[in-house]
T-cell receptor, first 115, second 116 residues
């Protein structure tokens, strides 16, 4: 069965500083990988996704993530955070192929931005 | 294009009562998912439909939860009877047929259920 680990429950970053959120996954082959963001009271918004090709993927809002097969990781980065980036961030893995392809999510990382 | 619509937005019920949530996916999206998100956790898949057929319901507590997608469009998720631990946000998502998870989903805003 697939699983996702987000080791950091909370991260505090100063506005303008760089950010890296960690994600490790467990899956038998190369999975589909996603990062979603959830603001208070809001639904989930897709930041970026990886399913093949270039292992460095660009997303919305200036985010990027790098797939590292050898480390089973898919860490999210942003060079300079803004106060509006404060939210909950979820990493997710999805199975390839047809049929059952529901996502397995990590427990999330709560990002706090200091002025 | 309109997003995934869910209603109600909030619901408070007493334990042992029943409750139902409704989801209308994006037009043309054949695959529909229900997720449960307990406070402080990531969403957990409850059930996946493709058109009006169930693809995966392995994590659905079938003794109390049921879901249907008549006519392959909108869907209803029901809990009967509710327990305190069912307090959560119930999210609906949809995606195009044949694109699987690789294309990503569109999520609705969710229904927040509080069981007291």
């Amino acid at each position: 069965a697939q699983s996702v680990t987000q080791p950091d429950i909370h991260i505090t970053v100063s506005e303008g500083a760089s950010l890296e959120l960690r994600c490790n996954y467990s899956y038998g082959a190369t999975p589909y990988l996603f990062w979603y963001v959830q603001s208070p009271g809001q639904g989930l918004q897709l930041l970026l996704k990886y399913f093949s090709g270039d292992t460095l993927v660009q997303g919305i809002k200036g985010f990027e993530a790098e797939f590292k097969r050898s480390q089973s990781s898919f860490n999210l980065r942003k060079p300079s955070v803004h106060w509006s980036d404060a939210a909950e961030y979820f990493c997710a893995v999805g199975a390839r192929g047809g049929g059952a392809d529901g996502l397995t999510f990590g427990k999330g990382t709560h990002l706090i931005i200091q002025p | 294009e309109a997003g995934v619509a869910q209603s109600p937005r909030y619901k408070i019920i007493e334990k042992r009562q029943s409750v139902a949530f409704w989801c209308n996916p994006i037009s043309g999206h054949a695959t529909l998912y229900w997720y449960q998100q307990i406070l402080g956790q990531g969403p957990k898949l409850l059930i996946q439909f493709q058109n009006n057929g169930v693809v995966d319901d392995s994590q659905l507590p079938k003794d109390r939860f049921s879901a249907e997608r008549l006519k392959g469009v909108d869907s209803t998720l029901k809990i009967q009877p509710a327990k305190l631990e069912d307090s959560a946000v119930y999210l609906c998502a949809s995606t195009l047929l044949g694109t699987h998870a690789g294309r990503g989903y569109t999520f609705g805003s969710g229904t927040r259920l509080t069981v007291v």
